[in-house]
Nanobody, 114 residues
């Protein structure tokens, strides 16, 4: 079974921080690169960053230096630490394999607004 469950989204002021979690089905977590994605209002979904099974990360330029991805192997969980949030970070955030599988979760809403 392929499953991605995201949580942790919230309303936060500009400059604030949030930590999102993604619980992944074990068979996917242990064998795939995992990515965080986001879909801003009225826009296409875009990749935020990825983490390999070995913990190596790549982040998209708009979030570089502000976001961090890390994984907790004993919990099949990937985290997205978001700092210095900006209004343009407002989006529904998803996790999936990278490249993505046809098994999107419900996502978690992040709203950055004063």
């Amino acid at each position: 079974q392929v499953q991605f469950v995201e949580s942790g989204g919230d309303l936060v002021q500009p400059g604030g921080s949030l930590r999102l979690s993604c619980t992944v089905s074990r068979n996917i977590f242990s064998t795939n690169v995992i990515g965080w994605y986001r879909q801003p209002p009225g826009k296409y979904r875009e990749q935020v960053g990825t983490i390999t099974t070995g913990g190596r990360t790549v982040l998209a330029e708009p979030v570089m230096g502000r976001f961090r991805i890390f994984r907790e192997n004993n919990k099949n969980t990937v985290w997205l630490q978001m700092n210095d949030l900006k209004p343009e970070d407002t989006a529904v955030y998803y996790c999936n394999a990278a490249p993505a599988l046809d098994a999107w979760g419900q996502g978690t809403q992040v709203t950055v607004s004063s």
